[in-house]
Nanobody, 124 residues
Framework: QVQLVQSGGGLVQPGGSLRLSCVAS????????VGWFRQTPAKAREFVGV????????VYAPSLWGRFAISRDHANNTVFLQMINAKPEDTALYYC?????????????????WGQGTQVTVSS
């Protein structure tokens, strides 16, 4: 059974950076497309970005392009979400999710496995 465990959230100042990790167990993570999503109490869960199986291509939400980057560490079964130039509106609960679909899906319903979520708060 695939399990995703997230870490790395916390408090970051505006303009700062933060890296979230998503570690998979029970499978070879490179076989999965991995997406990142975020959610606030006021908004539905929204797409942040996605990285393809075997790690090459990435796609990001247009409004976040240039400030978020997703990468993979195949040896450690880990996917990272790097945030730079953090803004208060980035405050949210962030989730990683995995699917074996071949396309870089932005659709929540395509994802079969989810991390537990990690809180990111951007505040001075």
């Amino acid at each position: 059974q695939v399990q995703l465990v997230q870490s790395g959230g916390g408090l970051v100042q505006p303009g700062g950076s933060l890296r979230l990790s998503c570690v998979a167990s029970g499978t070879a993570f490179s076989d999965y497309t991995v997406g990142w999503f975020r959610q606030t109490p006021a908004k539905a869960r929204e797409f942040v970005g996605v990285i393809s199986r075997y790690g090459g291509g990435t796609v990001y939400a247009p409004s976040l392009w240039g400030r978020f980057a997703i990468s993979r560490d195949h040896a450690n079964n880990t996917v990272f979400l790097q945030m730079i130039n953090a803004k208060p509106e980035d405050t949210a609960l962030y989730y990683c999710a995995a699917t074996q679909t071949l396309r870089n899906s932005q659709d929540i319903s395509d994802y079969d496995y989810w991390g537990q979520g990690t809180q990111v708060t951007v505040s001075s």
